[in-house]
């Protein structure tokens, strides 16, 4: 073997290794074969040679250029320091032009002569002259249309000569001569196209398919070729392709044009036809000028072909669907009107202007009439299309064009423009054309947002902007450098955002009852909703999952948040500081100023977080102070018609409402408010000066020193500013009792009055702030006797004392009597209830912090209350008017009317938002006829006095009397509950407001009236609904409801007027048709079971301990317990904030009662779940589940409707997790008698019918996981209880999932050996579990399979024993039309029923009859089957049965 060449061997070794390799005559390694060139014409010939050509074609070879193509980089390519930092793509552009660049003799190493063999020559024709003619395009006088594509003058010219020529050789009279010189010339021009015109152009109609109608290829052109001989050689392509279309017939045609139509790729297919329909119209044109010979017309000035017209109008002549006819007919008609011809240009276009020798009419369809609107109404919907006001047009409204509402394309026919245009136009580069789009973007949002497009359009207008991105387009277009621009977009933001509604009764309900406590305006509205657990809702907890929800905002995307949270999305994107720089640099408008104010006010309203994003925001809050809040302005904008062209440096109430809102965030935000931006200077500049003095306008001065009190209100509602207090002791002196003065000055729709009355309400709610924080000096200044004075951690007592408060008291009780003087005159009332209600809730504040200081005496305090109820409350309890007060409770009542609660159309959950339908009419809670205001403040403050004084309790009986009172009461608790929304949150927290302070009352009159218990039942019913139905901000309300209402024995009356004799009796009459439950295998019932009057009596007996027993499960809001006091306590000293926590539903679950016995649940398979097994139940375990069976068994008998709104399912699964508890409390005795009392009420025929287990469980993630635990509970620690038997079996009903049946059968077998359920025990119909029969057959499979082989006996688990057995010979003996696997397994199960050993069980499922309960074996037998049955089993086993 030849050995390889290695490294440092010469060129000599090398030669001698080639000798050695030719010398050995062995095979080479690499073959080499040279690929044929695909240009030569002989591939086989292995010379060089080059095969002569056809026809003998001159060929050109560069012989001297290589046949490889030379390296275009010899050189290595430069590197670039900056290729690094470009855009990389798959391949170097500079190595791709390589690739793609062509050498020299990849064009020029081949050139092959044209063939022109079949080309004639032609000679010159003869003409006498001794030079030939010379052509010149002037002297042709006509033009033929220039085919597609440009052409020279010259070469139209050309072309029109030819068409003359030809035009002449059909003609009989011309000259031979030339005639002959012509047909040398063309020799083809023999050819009789005449005929061809004959046979090919006749009428269309009865022209076949693939004939061909031009003397011209619509395809080949030959335009490539040449001008002469490429045009000559398409013609002859064009003869060939006729001669034989006339040598085929008419299937031939056909089928050759499918099997192309097959072949070609349909976007060629298309370029074809396109090609085709561009032909015809030019011929057609060509045929209509050569009609009309004798009037010459320019090419380009004639009419545009209807084909075109119809492309261009396809869109406008579009029209949907009619309601009762096709529109057929009518778009034949409209059509001829869409073409565009010179009548339609209102100034025609003459030939002798410049560049107008073409009339492109595609271009001019804007200047034609617009087409006539249809009047047909349809059933599909029409795009919605607003006019520049943001008012809906409707589409057969036929507007005048001037108005400016045609100016787009798409209807054009209809006024308006729709919303994707307006999103559209928004973005143009035009100024003034942005700021319109944005203006009637603004204005659609505003109508949208009062409801005028609800019943015109489909689906959420606010929604579809949205989801648009609406909200980031004003966003951006905030971002604009122009004023008008930013105007609008400001103006479409405080449209979106902003509802001036709210505002409104946010600041009416300001004085009010805990009117400054609101809900915040954030979205609950997340994705993602972790359901958490309620026994970690510790304060921890809260604020960890607050961190975290936080941190998620962050990491998202803006839009991702704007999705559910408007405000979010914003504060995201950085609008604070846009908002600051507009207002301090480029100083918009008034206008625009109080709707920027606004917003802010919105965003503010949003939640603590966001205050403190406002207040953190560099320089936003200064400059709003500083420019809108001045101490010093000029006076010249309080003068009469002045127009005030800037709002900075001008006091503003809308600024100052906004950091009134700010302040309501938190006490910190307050004090910040406070000191560092010193907003107590500027308080004490707008309190102590009259608002008549003020160089402002009166309205504007007014509503400045209202808000001026209102925040410092709220500061004294967090114990701050008293030192303000207590510097303007003496302005406030003066100032309080000229607020008599309204009384006297009332005028009737005068908002200044208005006005006024709201100032003086603010006033007093500011009083009423004082006295509270008063109040608690006292407790202070023991706490600080008590601890060291030095501790950090120590509140200092509030700098007002109770002396500096109480002097207000007699002139406020003066005025007080003023104005219920008024209560009869009906206008005047309804204009002094603010601030009648202000001054009636200052004296239960007064009088409910009086008995507490050291200060005061108690006799004085005692005498006061009595001297106010005997010389003011009573009178007024005993006044007409007060009577019509009362009958006002349930027509402007929430939760008697819920529609008025009810969300406007255009809700959208990530905007917040308290509008409801209709709005707030004088006939709701919020409106001028509202009792609610005053008679809650009325009760507050009688229930304070009773407090004070418990002598004058049975003095205010007369109220629970009222027959509107109880009317209203009974109505309240019985109807549903409204949807917790934003809206109807407000409403419902001051309703029950009113109503916890009606049980309040009638708690007190239940220890000292003894002719209460006529209201006991009642109340009580109304403390329990409402207990279910608190908001989150009313723990307290909930606490004091627990302690006072829901457990006191004198509420139930029923435990002591015969009521547990009662529901003996009803057992009783009960007996007959449902047996009692008895256990006498179970080890809890060695004795006969208590009737259920009994329990009950023991029950009511255990009121307190069950009491207690709830206030420990209940003790997870602890914390929110406490916030809640201090605000209702008025413990100002304590309170964090104005706002309330989130709603995301009622305090307490709605299946409350059952709440012990869950916890109980989760705690004990909790610590099952960590190993830790209960050997042995604690007593407090057994303790509290039989507390809490007792409180339900209460209910169900007593209170049955209070517990309607916990569905029958829900009851049965709280009621199964007795037996999950533990291995053996069902087997206490007390637990057990309960459970099985509670289970018989749950088997009344009305419950049964209402059990629903495919519905979801609150709490559970489906019911089918729960029964599988209960099956392998019974299967390990049942011990054959029936009790527990019955919960087994209740779920295995016919109408319920055949998997519940399928797991009782299949997996979980073994629980058939100690279902041992005594049919005359068992509680439920048979015919539950028996109709209709069974049509699964795999169930039916197991039923068959567990009886034949001895796993379901009758003695063991009767009641499925008839189950079984009633399916099993359903099945057998049907004999309706089914599938065909079914009837062979029917036929198969009673074949081997026929064969059983077992005579028996073959006697029973052959001779089944129907259920019996009374039977021994649970069913009654046929003595002999009925002939059809007889029949149909011989049929199937070919025996005779009687055998």
Same mark, same amino acid.
């Given at each position: 073997?030849?050995?390889?060449?290695?490294?440092?061997e010469?060129?000599?070794d090398?030669l001698?290794?080639?000798?050695?390799?030719?010398?050995?005559?062995a095979?080479?390694?690499?073959?080499?074969?040279?690929? @044929?060139?695909?240009?030569?014409?002989?591939?086989?010939?292995?010379?060089?040679?080059?095969?002569?050509?056809?026809?003998?074609?001159?060929?050109?070879?560069?012989?001297d250029?290589?046949?490889v193509?030379?390296?275009l980089?010899?050189?290595?390519?430069?590197?670039s320091?900056?290729?690094s930092?470009?855009?990389?793509?798959?391949?170097?552009?500079?190595?791709? %032009?390589?690739?793609?660049?062509?050498?020299?003799?990849?064009?020029f190493?081949?050139?092959?002569?044209?063939?022109?063999?079949?080309?004639?020559?032609?000679?010159?024709?003869?003409?006498?002259?001794?030079?030939?003619r010379?052509?010149?395009?002037?002297?042709?006088?006509?033009?033929?249309r220039?085919?597609?594509?440009?052409?020279?003058?010259?070469?139209?010219k050309?072309a029109?000569k030819?068409?003359a020529?030809?035009?002449?050789?059909?003609?009989?009279?011309?000259?031979?001569?030339?005639?002959?010189?012509?047909?040398?010339?063309?020799?083809?021009?023999?050819?009789?196209?005449?005929?061809l015109?004959?046979?090919f152009?006749g009428?269309?109609?009865?022209?076949?398919?693939?004939?061909?109608?031009?003397?011209?290829?619509?395809?080949?052109?030959?335009?490539g070729?040449?001008? *002469?001989?490429?045009?000559?050689?398409?013609?002859?392509?064009?003869?060939?392709?006729?001669?034989?279309?006339?040598s085929?017939?008419?299937?031939?045609?056909?089928e050759?044009?499918?099997?192309l139509?097959?072949?070609?790729?349909?976007?060629?297919?298309?370029?074809?036809?396109?090609?085709?329909?561009?032909?015809?119209?030019?011929?057609?044109?060509?045929?209509?000028?050569?009609?009309?010979?004798?009037?010459?017309t320019?090419?380009e000035?004639?009419?545009?072909?209807?084909?075109?017209?119809?492309?261009?109008?396809?869109?406008?002549?579009?029209?949907?669907?009619?309601?009762?006819?096709s529109?057929?007919?009518?778009?034949?008609r409209t059509?001829?009107g869409?073409?565009?011809?010179?009548t339609d240009?209102p100034?025609?276009?003459?030939?002798?202007?410049?560049?107008?020798?073409?009339?492109?009419?595609?271009?001019?369809?804007?200047?034609k009439?617009?087409?006539?609107?249809r009047q047909?109404?349809?059933?599909?919907?029409?795009q919605?299309?607003?006019s520049?006001?943001?008012e809906?047009v409707?589409p057969?409204?036929?507007l005048?064009?001037?108005?400016?509402?045609?100016h787009?394309g798409?209807?054009?026919?209809?006024?308006?423009?729709?919303l994707?245009?307006?999103?559209?136009?928004?973005?143009?580069?035009?100024i003034?054309?942005?700021?319109?789009?944005?203006?009637?973007?603004?204005?659609?949002?505003?109508k949208?947002?009062?409801g005028?497009?609800?019943?015109?359009?489909?689906g959420?207008?606010?929604r579809? *902007?949205?989801?648009?991105?609406?909200?980031?387009?004003?966003r951006?277009?905030l971002?604009?450098?122009?004023?008008?621009?930013?105007?609008?977009?400001?103006?479409?933001?405080?449209?979106?955002?902003?509802?001036?509604?709210?505002?409104?009764?946010?600041?009416?309900?300001?004085?009010?009852?805990?009117?400054?406590?609101?809900?915040?305006?954030?979205?609950?509205?997340?994705?993602?909703?972790?359901?958490?657990?309620?026994?970690d809702?510790?304060?921890?907890?809260?604020?960890?999952?607050?961190?975290?929800?936080?941190?998620?905002?962050?990491?998202k995307?803006d839009?991702?948040?704007?999705?559910y949270?408007?405000?979010?999305g914003l504060?995201?994107?950085?609008?604070?500081h846009?908002m600051r720089?507009?207002l301090?640099v480029?100083?918009?408008?008034?206008l625009?100023?109080?709707?920027?104010l606004?917003?802010?006010?919105?965003?503010?309203?949003?939640?603590t977080e966001?205050?403190?994003?406002?207040l953190?925001?560099?320089?936003l809050?200064?400059?709003?102070?500083?420019?809108?809040?001045?101490?010093q302005?000029?006076?010249r904008v309080?003068?009469?018609?002045?127009?005030?062209?800037?709002?900075?440096?001008?006091?503003c @109430?809308?600024?100052?409402k906004l950091?009134?809102?700010?302040?309501?965030?938190?006490?910190?935000?307050?004090?910040?408010?406070?000191?560092?931006?010193?907003?107590?200077s500027?308080?004490?500049?707008?309190?102590?000066?009259?608002?008549?003095?003020?160089?402002?306008r009166?309205?504007?001065a007014?509503k400045m020193?209202?808000?001026?009190?209102?925040?410092?209100?709220?500061a004294?509602?967090?114990?701050?500013?008293?030192?303000l207090?207590?510097?303007?002791?003496?302005?406030l002196?003066k100032?309080?009792?000229?607020?008599?003065?309204?009384v006297g000055?009332f005028?009737?729709?005068?908002?200044?009055?208005?006005?006024?009355?709201?100032?003086?309400?603010?006033?007093?709610?500011?009083?009423?702030?004082?006295?509270?924080?008063?109040?608690?000096?006292?407790?202070?200044?023991?706490?600080?006797?008590?601890?060291d004075?030095?501790?950090?951690?120590?509140?200092?007592?509030?700098?007002?004392?109770w002396?500096q408060?109480?002097?207000?008291?007699?002139?406020?009780?003066?005025? %007080?009597?003023g104005?219920?003087?008024?209560i009869?005159?009906?206008?005047?009332?309804?204009?002094?209830?603010?601030?009648t209600?202000?001054?009636?809730?200052?004296?239960?504040?007064?009088?409910?912090?009086?008995?507490?200081?050291?200060?005061?005496?108690?006799i004085?305090?005692?005498?006061e209350?009595?001297?106010?109820?005997s010389?003011?409350?009573l009178?007024?309890?005993?006044?007409?008017?007060?009577?019509h007060?009362w009958?006002?409770?349930?027509?402007?009542?929430?939760l008697?009317n819920?529609?008025?609660?009810?969300?406007?159309p255009?809700?959208?959950?990530?905007?917040?938002?308290?509008?409801?339908?209709g709005?707030?009419?004088p006939m709701?809670?919020?409106g001028?006829k509202?009792?609610?205001p005053?008679?809650?403040?009325?009760?507050?403050?009688?229930n304070?006095?009773?407090?004070?004084?418990?002598g004058?309790?049975?003095?205010?009986d007369?109220?629970?009397?009222?027959?509107?009172?109880?009317?209203?009461?009974?109505?309240?608790?019985?109807?549903?509950?409204?949807?917790?929304?934003?809206?109807?949150?407000?409403l419902?927290?001051?309703?029950y407001?009113?109503?916890?302070?009606?049980?309040?009352?009638?708690?007190?009159m @239940?220890d000292?009236?003894?002719d209460?218990?006529?209201?006991?039942?009642?109340?009580?019913?109304?403390?329990m609904?409402l207990?279910?139905?608190?908001?989150p901000?009313?723990?307290?309300?909930?606490?004091?409801?627990?302690?006072?209402?829901?457990?006191?024995?004198?509420?139930?009356?029923e435990?002591?007027?015969?009521?547990?004799? @009662?529901?003996?009796?009803s057992?009783?009459?009960h007996?007959s048709?449902?047996?009692?439950?008895?256990?006498?295998?179970?080890?809890?019932?060695?004795?006969?079971l208590?009737?259920?009057?009994?329990?009950?009596?023991?029950a009511?007996?255990?009121?307190?301990l069950?009491?207690?027993?709830?206030?420990?499960?209940?003790?997870?809001?602890?914390?929110?317990?406490?916030?809640?006091?201090?605000?209702?306590e008025?413990?100002?000293?304590?309170?964090?904030?104005?706002?309330?926590?989130?709603v995301?539903?009622?305090?307490?679950?709605?299946?409350w009662?059952? %709440?012990?016995?869950?916890?109980?649940?989760?705690?004990?398979?909790?610590?099952?779940t960590?190993?830790a097994?209960?050997?042995?139940?604690?007593?407090? %375990?057994v303790?509290?589940?039989?507390?809490?069976?007792?409180?339900?068994?209460?209910?169900e008998?007593w209170?049955?409707?209070?517990?309607q709104?916990?569905?029958?399912?829900?009851?049965?699964?709280?009621?199964?997790c007795?037996?999950?508890?533990?291995?053996?409390?069902?087997?206490?005795?007390p637990?057990?008698?309960?459970?099985?009392? *509670?289970?018989?009420?749950?088997?009344?025929?009305?419950?049964l019918?209402?059990?629903?287990?495919?519905?979801p469980?609150?709490?559970?993630?489906?019911?089918h996981?729960l029964?599988?635990?209960l099956l392998?509970?019974f299967?390990?620690?049942?011990?054959?209880?029936?009790?527990?038997?019955?919960?087994?079996?209740?779920?295995?009903?016919?109408?319920?999932?055949v998997?519940?049946?399928?797991?009782?059968?299949?997996e979980?077998?073994?629980?058939?050996?100690?279902l041992?359920v005594?049919?005359?025990?068992?509680?439920?119909?048979?015919e539950?579990?028996?109709?209709?029969?069974?049509?699964?057959?795999?169930?039916?499979?197991?039923?068959?399979?567990?009886l034949?082989?001895?796993?379901?006996?009758?003695?063991?688990c009767p009641?499925?024993?008839?189950?079984a057995?009633?399916?099993?010979?359903?099945?057998?003996?049907?004999?309706?039309?089914?599938?065909?696997?079914?009837?062979?397994v029917?036929?198969?199960?009673?074949?081997?029923?026929?064969l059983?050993?077992?005579?028996v069980?073959?006697?029973?499922?052959?001779?089944?009859?129907?259920?019996?309960?009374?039977?021994?074996?649970?069913?009654?037998?046929?003595?002999?089957?009925?002939?059809?049955?007889?029949?149909?089993?011989?049929t199937?086993t070919?025996?005779d049965?009687?055998?």
């Amino acid at each position: 073997m030849l050995s390889r060449p290695k490294p440092g061997e010469s060129e000599a070794d090398l030669l001698r290794f080639q000798n050695q390799f030719l010398a050995a005559k062995a095979s080479p390694g690499v073959k080499i074969v040279k690929k @044929a060139d695909k240009r030569r014409g002989d591939v086989g010939s292995g010379n060089d040679e080059r095969p002569l050509l056809q026809h003998n074609r001159d060929v050109v070879t560069l012989d001297d250029f290589p046949d490889v193509p030379p390296l275009l980089t010899p050189a290595p390519p430069k590197k670039s320091k900056f290729k690094s930092a470009r855009v990389h793509f798959d391949e170097d552009p500079e190595e791709q %032009l390589d690739h793609s660049d062509q050498h020299i003799t990849a064009v020029f190493s081949k050139i092959i002569e044209h063939d022109t063999s079949a080309a004639s020559v032609t000679m010159p024709v003869f003409t006498g002259y001794p030079f030939p003619r010379v052509f010149h395009r002037s002297e042709i006088k006509t033009e033929a249309r220039s085919a597609p594509g440009k052409k020279s003058i010259f070469a139209q010219k050309i072309a029109a000569k030819r068409a003359a020529t030809v035009a002449q050789a059909s003609n009989p009279a011309f000259d031979e001569a030339e005639q002959t010189n012509i047909e040398k010339a063309t020799p083809e021009a023999g050819f009789p196209l005449e005929a061809l015109d004959t046979q090919f152009h006749g009428d269309e109609k009865d022209t076949p398919a693939g004939s061909v109608h031009r003397q011209w290829s619509r395809i080949v052109t030959g335009k490539g070729l040449g001008s *002469l001989a490429g045009e000559q050689e398409a013609q002859n392509i064009h003869k060939e392709n006729l001669r034989r279309l006339q040598s085929m017939s008419q299937e031939q045609i056909l089928e050759e044009q499918n099997r192309l139509l097959a072949q070609i790729d349909p976007s060629l297919l298309a370029f074809l036809k396109s090609q085709c329909d561009t032909k015809t119209t030019q011929d057609e044109e060509g045929k209509m000028e050569h009609e009309r010979p004798g009037k010459l017309t320019h090419p380009e000035m004639q009419p545009k072909p209807q084909y075109e017209e119809e492309t261009v109008k396809a869109p406008l002549l579009q029209k949907p669907e009619m309601g009762e006819e096709s529109d057929t007919e009518g778009s034949l008609r409209t059509a001829p009107g869409t073409r565009m011809d010179y009548t339609d240009l209102p100034v025609k276009p003459q030939k002798e202007w410049l560049h107008m020798d073409n009339v492109e009419f595609e271009k001019l369809q804007w200047m034609k009439d617009l087409p006539e609107l249809r009047q047909k109404k349809t059933k599909k919907g029409m795009q919605a299309r607003f006019s520049l006001k943001g008012e809906l047009v409707p589409p057969d409204k036929d507007l005048p064009t001037y108005l400016g509402l045609h100016h787009h394309g798409e209807e054009a026919e209809r006024a308006g423009y729709s919303l994707q245009e307006l999103f559209h136009l928004s973005r143009s580069q035009v100024i003034q054309q942005r700021t319109l789009a944005l203006q009637v973007l603004g204005h659609v949002v505003q109508k949208a947002k009062a409801g005028e497009f609800a019943s015109l359009l489909t689906g959420s207008v606010l929604r579809v *902007l949205l989801d648009a991105g609406f909200l980031f387009l004003l966003r951006f277009s905030l971002d604009d450098p122009v004023d008008n621009v930013i105007a609008a977009t400001v103006h479409a933001l405080h449209a979106l955002l902003v509802s001036p509604d709210d505002e409104e009764y946010l600041d009416k309900t300001f004085s009010w009852y805990q009117g400054m406590t609101v809900y915040p305006f954030i979205s609950n509205n997340e994705d993602e909703k972790e359901t958490e657990d309620e026994d970690d809702w510790d304060e921890q907890t809260l604020t960890q999952k607050a961190l975290e929800r936080k941190s998620k905002d962050e990491n998202k995307p803006d839009p991702e948040v704007a999705q559910y949270d408007v405000v979010k999305g914003l504060l995201k994107t950085r609008i604070l500081h846009r908002m600051r720089y507009i207002l301090e640099v480029m100083r918009p408008v008034p206008l625009v100023v109080l709707e920027i104010l606004d917003i802010l006010t919105r965003i503010a309203r949003h939640s603590t977080e966001a205050c403190s994003w406002i207040l953190d925001c560099p320089r936003l809050v200064e400059m709003v102070i500083r420019e809108f809040i001045p101490t010093q302005w000029n006076p010249r904008v309080a003068e009469p018609g002045q127009l005030l062209t800037s709002l900075h440096r001008v006091p503003c @109430a809308t600024a100052m409402k906004l950091i009134r809102v700010l302040a309501s965030g938190g006490r910190n935000a307050a004090a910040r408010l406070l000191s560092k931006f010193e907003m107590k200077s500027r308080l004490s500049r707008f309190v102590a000066e009259d608002p008549k003095d003020l160089s402002l306008r009166i309205e504007e001065a007014i509503k400045m020193n209202t808000e001026a009190f209102r925040l410092w209100a709220v500061a004294a509602g967090y114990g701050q500013a008293c030192d303000l207090f207590r510097d303007l002791y003496p302005v406030l002196m003066k100032m309080v009792p000229s607020l008599s003065q309204l009384v006297g000055n009332f005028q009737e729709n005068n908002s200044v009055f208005e006005l006024s009355v709201q100032q003086a309400a603010a006033m007093v709610t500011l009083l009423t702030q004082v006295t509270q924080t008063a109040g608690c000096r006292a407790e202070l200044q023991a706490q600080l006797s008590r601890n060291d004075p030095e501790g950090g951690d120590q509140i200092p007592p509030p700098s007002v004392t109770w002396n500096q408060v109480s002097g207000f008291r007699p002139i406020i009780e003066t005025q %007080l009597k003023g104005c219920l003087k008024q209560i009869s005159q009906l206008d005047t009332w309804q204009t002094l209830q603010p601030l009648t209600t202000a001054y009636v809730l200052y004296m239960a504040v007064y009088y409910s912090n009086c008995n507490q200081q050291p200060s005061v005496n108690p006799i004085d305090s005692l005498e006061e209350v009595e001297h106010l109820t005997s010389v003011v409350l009573l009178p007024l309890l005993s006044q007409p008017a007060m009577q019509h007060l009362w009958e006002m409770l349930r027509p402007c009542s929430t939760l008697c009317n819920p529609l008025t609660c009810s969300p406007t159309p255009e809700y959208i959950p990530s905007i917040v938002s308290l509008s409801c339908t209709g709005g707030k009419p004088p006939m709701s809670l919020a409106g001028p006829k509202s009792p609610f205001p005053f008679l809650t403040a009325l009760l507050v403050l009688i229930n304070g006095i009773t407090t004070v004084h418990k002598g004058l309790i049975g003095k205010y009986d007369s109220i629970l009397d009222v027959k509107d009172v109880k009317d209203y009461l009974l109505q309240s608790w019985t109807v549903g509950l409204p949807s917790i929304t934003s809206s109807s949150a407000w409403l419902l927290r001051h309703e029950y407001h009113f109503q916890y302070h009606v049980l309040l009352l009638a708690r007190k009159m @239940a220890d000292t009236s003894p002719d209460y218990s006529r209201h006991a039942s009642l109340h009580h019913s109304v403390a329990m609904v409402l207990l279910s139905r608190l908001l989150p901000g009313s723990e307290h309300l909930a606490h004091q409801l627990l302690l006072g209402l829901a457990f006191n024995a004198k509420l139930i009356p029923e435990g002591k007027a015969g009521g547990p004799e @009662a529901a003996d009796f009803s057992d009783l009459l009960h007996l007959s048709s449902k047996a009692k439950l008895t256990q006498p295998s179970s080890a809890a019932a060695l004795t006969p079971l208590p009737s259920r009057g009994a329990l009950l009596q023991e029950a009511y007996q255990h009121l307190p301990l069950i009491q207690a027993c709830y206030l420990t499960h209940f003790v997870y809001l602890e914390p929110a317990l406490v916030r809640s006091r201090n605000v209702y306590e008025g413990r100002t000293h304590l309170i964090q904030s104005m706002l309330l926590p989130e709603v995301r539903g009622p305090i307490l679950p709605s299946d409350w009662p059952f %709440l012990p016995l869950v916890n109980v649940y989760n705690k004990v398979t909790g610590a099952e779940t960590r190993w830790a097994v209960l050997s042995s139940l604690p007593v407090d %375990l057994v303790n509290t589940v039989t507390r809490n069976l007792q409180w339900v068994l209460l209910l169900e008998t007593w209170r049955a409707k209070v517990l309607q709104s916990i569905s029958a399912a829900a009851k049965l699964a709280r009621l199964m997790c007795v037996f999950l508890t533990g291995s053996d409390l069902f087997l206490e005795g007390p637990v057990h008698c309960y459970t099985a009392a *509670l289970l018989s009420l749950y088997c009344h025929s009305k419950v049964l019918d209402s059990l629903n287990l495919d519905a979801p469980l609150p709490g559970l993630a489906s019911f089918h996981d729960l029964y599988m635990n209960l099956l392998e509970q019974f299967e390990g620690v049942s011990f054959g209880d029936p009790l527990f038997g019955v919960f087994v079996l209740l779920p295995l009903q016919r109408r319920f999932s055949v998997q519940l049946r399928m797991a009782v059968f299949g997996e979980h077998v073994s629980t058939l050996r100690a279902l041992g359920v005594p049919l005359q025990q068992f509680p439920v119909p048979l015919e539950q579990y028996l109709s209709p029969l069974e049509d699964n057959l795999n169930l039916l499979r197991q039923y068959f399979h567990t009886l034949i082989t001895g796993t379901l006996r009758q003695n063991w688990c009767p009641v499925l024993y008839v189950v079984a057995v009633a399916h099993v010979n359903g099945f057998i003996f049907s004999q309706d039309s089914t599938t065909q696997e079914a009837d062979m397994v029917r036929k198969s199960m009673l074949q081997k029923t026929w064969l059983l050993t077992d005579e028996v069980l073959k006697q029973h499922l052959l001779y089944y009859k129907l259920p019996n309960k009374d039977n021994p074996m649970g069913f009654d037998v046929y003595e002999q089957l009925p002939a059809i049955r007889l029949k149909y089993l011989h049929t199937v086993t070919k025996k005779d049965p009687s055998v």
